[in-house]
């Protein structure tokens, strides 16, 4: 996991707040995925970035939830009007010749 | 629908003894066959990786047999340890890992001391 950074590690949110969650690759890494797990649940494709373009949403639900990662600063997995059932750890994994995970933020909806 | 299959759910083992998870897949494009282990609290970091190339792949203790024609794979942990306790997912992948993972559900190991 080394190399990989997400923050903030854990996030707590009230029903209808807006969650955002930040992801910075490896350094020389253009590109990264946003995974979630569910508890007792394994990792679920959500988005697929490279710099200023989204290659792949199939895994994003349709509303409220977006991601970007721009040229500069971090890629931004976006939650608006969290519900409870968002409640879960959302993994980015930065893509070089293999994907490698950061340690995730673990966010709570209460 | 689950393209990947992993059993056991969990899984308790001696120190010392053989770990053995499996796991099915479906699409026979997959071409990237991970492991992950994942401690509580922490992403899931990469232990070993098999290609359908080859039928076998050891690294010190874990070895990943690979069944291209019944389209599974398994993970088998040799002289368990404790430090061994994690939960473990397979996963696959098309074009060489460099597209989007499917995980197993995961197995969660507990190695007694």
């Known amino acids: 996991n080394a190399g990989v950074m997400q923050n903030p590690r854990h996030l707590v949110r009230r029903r209808g707040q807006e969650a955002r969650l930040r992801c910075s690759p490896m350094?020389?890494?253009?590109?990264v995925y946003w995974y979630r797990q569910l508890p007792e649940e394994g990792l679920k494709f959500m988005v697929y970035?490279?710099?200023?373009?989204?290659?792949?949403e199939s895994g994003m639900p349709k509303e409220r939830f977006s991601a970007e990662f721009p040229k500069e600063g971090p890629s931004i997995l976006r939650i608006q009007q969290v519900v409870r059932g968002d409640s879960a750890a959302y993994f980015c994994?930065?893509?070089?010749?293999?994907?490698?995970f950061g340690p995730g933020t673990r966010l709570t909806v209460l | 629908q689950q393209q990947v299959k992993q059993s056991p759910q969990s899984l308790i083992v001696q120190k010392g003894g053989i770990s053995i998870i499996n796991c099915a897949y479906e699409?026979?494009?997959?071409?990237?066959f991970p492991w992950y282990q994942q401690f509580p609290g922490k992403g899931p970091a990469l232990l070993i990786a098999?290609?359908?190339?080859?039928s076998e792949k050891k690294e010190g203790r874990f070895t990943i047999s690979f069944n291209k024609s019944a389209k599974q794979f398994s993970l088998h942990i040799m002289d368990s340890q404790p430090g061994d306790s994690a939960t473990y997912f397979c996963?696959?992948?098309?074009?060489?890992?460099?597209?989007?993972?499917?995980f197993g559900k995961g197995t969660k190991l507990t190695v007694n001391p």
């Open positions: 994994a930065s893509q070089g010749q293999l994907p490698f």
């Open positions: 350094k020389g890494h253009s590109h």
């Open positions: 970035l490279q710099k200023e373009n989204i290659i792949d």
């Open positions: 699409n026979t494009a997959f071409d990237y």
């Open positions: 098999i290609r359908p190339d080859v």
């Open positions: 996963a696959a992948s098309n074009q060489g890992g460099s597209e989007k993972l499917v």
